[in-house]
Nanobody
Framework: QVQLVESGGDLVQAGGSLRLSCAAS????????MGWYRQAPGKQRELVAT???????RYVDSVKGRFTISRDNAKNSVYLQMNSLKPEDTAVYYC??????????????WGKGTLVTVSS
């Protein structure tokens, strides 16, 4: 019914930048909170940043001042600008959105992930 597709993951050197994108498609009536999570090898998935419909944002402490989340409601998309990347940012990054569908009501949706690798 609803698909989230991420893009933008890559191999980058420490100190570099990447911009992740995520687009939602399908039977969408509206999208509430959107966000990015990440999971490093051997670790649990953690919240990176979230953004509400009204563009209120929240970040995990480790990325504050380096990452910026934004969204385009007209395109059902969310973005994550990542600057000053560190090796510890290496992870699979997942897009998340709470989507209100035309058929099934509210659904918590996830993308399949995009790999970010930061070399030292």
């Amino acid at each position: 019914q609803v698909q989230l597709v991420e893009s933008g993951g890559d191999l980058v050197q420490a100190g570099g930048s990447l911009r992740l994108s995520c687009a939602a498609s399908g039977s969408i009536s509206s999208i509430n909170v959107m966000g990015w999570y990440r999971q490093a090898p051997g670790k649990q998935r953690e919240l990176v940043a979230t953004i509400t419909t009204g563009s209120s944002t929240r970040y995990v402490d480790s990325v504050k001042g380096r990452f910026t989340i934004s969204r385009d409601n007209a395109k059902n998309s969310v973005y994550l600008q990542m600057n000053s990347l560190k090796p510890e940012d290496t992870a699979v990054y997942y897009c998340n959105a709470f989507v209100v569908t035309r058929t099934y009501g509210g659904m918590d949706c996830w993308g399949k992930g995009t790999l970010v690798t930061v070399s030292s």
